[in-house]
């Protein structure tokens, strides 16, 4: 069975465009990487859990900042490349980038070395407008760059 996933797509109205949040991945392999690397903010869930609950669960522990779930667009479901299943809402609201807490992950790094590193499962985020978001989202997850605009009437 597929690795399934569920996140929040965070977005706010600027001038009548509306701009995204997407975090960058953190660690060593990463570092470098930028168009086609962003991603929403998410994580996998266990089958006994409820996806938009894992989806605001995810959200806090990778921004550091805590939702509800008062006014969400359900964006359905995605499968990226390496088959896992993404399930995503969109939630209206206002994210300082310069307040990112995210929680730290244990990588052995360098590969083979036998050494274990933390670090952050982000090292940013940034709001972007969806073209420039469709650049930088993984291809996968654009689709929900589209669905978000739909549900707005944008679309």
Known sequence: MAKRSAGILLYRMREGVPEVLLVH?????W?????GAWSIPKGEYAEDEA????????????T?????ADSTIDLGEVRQKSGKVVTAWAVPGE??????RSNLVELAWPPRSGRTQSFPEVDRAEWFDPV?????????QAEFLSRLLGGLGLG
């Open 25 to 29: 991945p953190g660690g060593p392999f």
């Open 64 to 68: 550091g900042m805590r939702l509800a």
């Open 132 to 140: 420039t978001a469709r650049g930088k989202i993984v291809a996968a």
């Open 31 to 35: 570092k470098n990487k930028d168009l």
């Open 51 to 62: 996806p938009l609950s894992a989806a605001l669960r995810e959200f806090e522990e990778e």
């Open 95 to 100: 994210f300082e980038v310069s307040s990112l």
